[in-house]
């Protein structure tokens, strides 16, 4: 069965740090996107990765970056964490030219920042 | 830019009752998938249901089904016999095949309540 594991499911950090979302999945996608979810509005794409090394920005990039090192592991990183970045991270895979397939989501880590 | 909306924040129904979330969406493309995705208090989003835009029939997934209305652009979600399980926030998601990588586009959300 699918598996997407993100790091943590609840985080809090201070503004100003640098934070890490890990997320892991095991079924040898190539597609792997970040997601924030918040009241009202939905999930908004942060970033996704096609390919070890590649990535591209979502709808809400600034004040993140990510790391895609390996093809089973997707870094959201937070440069300088700010209280407005408080929210739900949703990770989620999907293989590689399967148009009709499903993405496949994480349990979300909700992160506070005080 | 595709755009998804979810006009109902919230819905209730009854047990075994049939309940209706609707959906519509915006674009020009002709060709696009489309999602329902339910996210319960264990905040996993599981996927119910999808549909092919090129195909006429409306999808069916045991106790869900949609009703799929191309020129309206709309896609509403039913499910019969509603269970407490149903709970949940469901939404609702576009996919173009032209666009990198097939992002999702997703509506806001709809808060389903189930009573006994």
């Known amino acids: 069965d699918v598996k997407v594991t993100q790091s943590s499911r609840y985080l809090v950090k201070r503004t100003g740090e640098k934070v890490f979302l890990e997320c892991v999945q095991d079924?040898?996608?190539?597609?792997m996107f970040w997601y924030r979810q918040d009241p009202g509005l939905g999930l908004r794409l942060i970033y996704f990765?096609?390919?070890?090394?590649?990535?591209e920005k979502g709808d809400i990039p600034e004040g993140y970056s990510v790391s895609r090192e390996k093809k089973e592991r997707f870094s959201l990183i937070l440069e300088s964490a700010s209280t407005n970045q408080t929210s739900m991270y949703l990770c989620?895979?999907?293989?590689?030219?399967?148009?009709?397939?499903?993405?496949?989501f994480g349990d979300g880590t909700r992160l506070s920042i005080l | 830019a595709q755009t998804v909306t979810q006009s109902q924040p919230e819905m209730s129904v009854q047990e075994a009752e049939t309940v209706t979330l609707s959906c519509t969406y915006d674009?020009?493309?002709?060709?696009?998938?489309l999602f329902w995705y339910k996210q319960p208090p264990s905040r996993q989003m599981i996927l119910v249901i999808r549909?092919?835009?090129?195909?006429?029939q409306n999808a069916t997934e045991n106790r869900f089904s949609v009703n799929f209305q191309k020129a309206a652009k709309s896609f509403s979600l039913k499910i019969s016999d509603s269970q407490l399980g149903d709970a949940a926030m469901y939404f609702c998601?576009?996919?173009?095949?032209?666009?990198?990588?097939?992002?999702?586009?997703f509506g806001t959300g709809t808060r389903l309540l189930v009573s006994p």
């Open positions: 674009t020009s493309e002709s060709d696009y998938y």
């Open positions: 989620a895979s999907r293989a590689q030219g399967s148009f009709n397939q499903p993405q496949h």
């Open positions: 990765s096609y390919d070890v090394k590649m990535k």
């Open positions: 549909q092919e835009a090129y195909k006429q």
């Open positions: 079924m040898d996608h190539e597609n």
């Open positions: 998601a576009y996919r173009s095949p032209n666009t990198g990588f097939q992002k999702l586009v």
